[in-house]
């Protein structure tokens, strides 16, 4: 469908699978989410069998407006108003202490309930025509890579999925920040694409330090493993020089993710630049491409350590963990 301005009758049938209890696969500007109405706690089982998803794991709420998150919430402090008026619709999700009469299921035993208002004209289209909350984790198996276009849904989770809506490629690429209020002390959960000092500057007392991407880090938040949003492909991230030194002794196929061309040496290589929203937005496609061509083996430049870099090097770390 076009991604700027989505069919109403297919989002209305999309809208009623959700209301039956099906599963439906959506576009958002992040990711693809696999959405089931939060109501209906058959479906939202589902979500879990089909993902193979642990459940310890919680899923994000997703609504279509500041006034529908603020009804789930026990309490909405002026930081949570604040965030939510700078960055929704878009990629941040806030965890808040779910209202008392809230009906969220996938909350795995928490009291706490994860809310975001997609920026993408096809989420925020559903969410409109089902009227009510939608949790959707990524529409991909557990562990695996995110879906970034409808096709890796199909590939992820094919006929476990009752529908699944196509807006294209997905702009911003990699998941939403998470940041958690629920708490004393706001503290950054999962890094995304926004900017930690803008986050900052609207939230002085946010916590950051306590979760730091790169090597050696401190990492905390439920369900977010330790290995994750990984390729089939075993992956390394290495400064360019090592991954030089690397391609003339590794036997099999592999690919690489520069920011700069290693010229004439022999592999699938993508050169992707220097601006981390093109890294982000490019990532889990060229993983996935990577992927299809059957290498054994990607190797992806180390990030810069500026904090532009965050989300990408989350995802890196974690794409690179010793699997279990
Ligand atoms: O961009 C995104 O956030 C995408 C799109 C589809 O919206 N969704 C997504 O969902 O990435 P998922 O389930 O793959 O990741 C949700 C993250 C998990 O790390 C989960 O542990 C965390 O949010 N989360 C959800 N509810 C939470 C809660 N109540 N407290 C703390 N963390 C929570
Ligand atoms: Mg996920």
């Known amino acids: 469908m076009d991604p ?19 599963l439906v696969a959506f576009a958002t500007e992040t990711v693809y989410g696999l959405g089931a109405l939060a109501s209906d706690a058959d479906a939202v089982a589902r979500i879990y069998r089909a993902k193979g998803r642990p459940a310890h794991n919680p899923l994000i709420a997703h609504v279509a407006d500041v006034a529908a998150a603020r009804a789930l919430a026990a309490r909405w402090s002026e930081g ?8 929704w619709p878009g990629p941040l ?41 939608v949790v959707a984790p990524s529409a991909n198996p557990s562990g695996r890579l995110s879906p970034t ?3 890796h849904v199909v590939q992820g989770l094919g006929e476990r999925v009752d529908m699944v809506l196509d807006g294209g490629p997905c702009a911003v690429g990699i998941e939403s920040t998470v940041v958690d209020l629920s708490g004393d002390t706001p ?11 803008a986050l900052r500057a609207m939230l002085p007392a946010l916590e950051t330090s306590i979760y730091d991407p790169l090597p050696g880090g401190a990492r905390s938040s ?14 390394e991230v290495l ?17 690489r993710l520069m920011r700069e061309s290693i010229a004439d040496a022999p592999g699938h290589e993508r050169v992707l630049g220097s601006h981390p929203e093109v890294w982000a937005a490019r990532l889990y496609d060229e993983l996935h491409n990577l992927d299809a061509l059957g290498v054994e083996r990607v190797w992806v430049e180390t990030p810069p350590g500026d904090p532009a870099w965050w989300g990408i090097a989350d995802r890196l770390r974690r794409a690179s963990a010793p699997r279990p």
Not at 239 to 255: L, M, N, T, Y
């Open 4 to 22: 700027l301005d989505p069919d109403p009758q297919v989002i209305a049938e999309a809208a009623r699978c959700l209301v039956a209890g099906g």
């Open 80 to 87: 949570a108003e604040a965030l939510a008026r700078a960055f």
């Open 93 to 133: 999700t806030l965890v808040v202490e779910r209202a008392p009469g809230a009906v969220v299921h996938g909350s795995a035993g928490l009291t706490s309930v994860a809310l975001r208002v997609p920026a993408s004209p096809v989420a925020l289209a559903l969410l409109r025509a089902v009227g009510a909350p």
């Open 149 to 151: 276009r409808a096709e």
């Open 187 to 197: 503290r950054l959960l999962r890094h995304g694409t926004l900017d930690v000092a």
């Open 222 to 235: 439920p369900g977010l493993d330790p290995s994750h949003y990984a390729p089939r492909a075993v992956l």
């Open 239 to 255: 400064p360019r020089a090592a991954i030089a030194a690397q391609i003339p002794s590794f036997p099999g196929p592999h690919g």
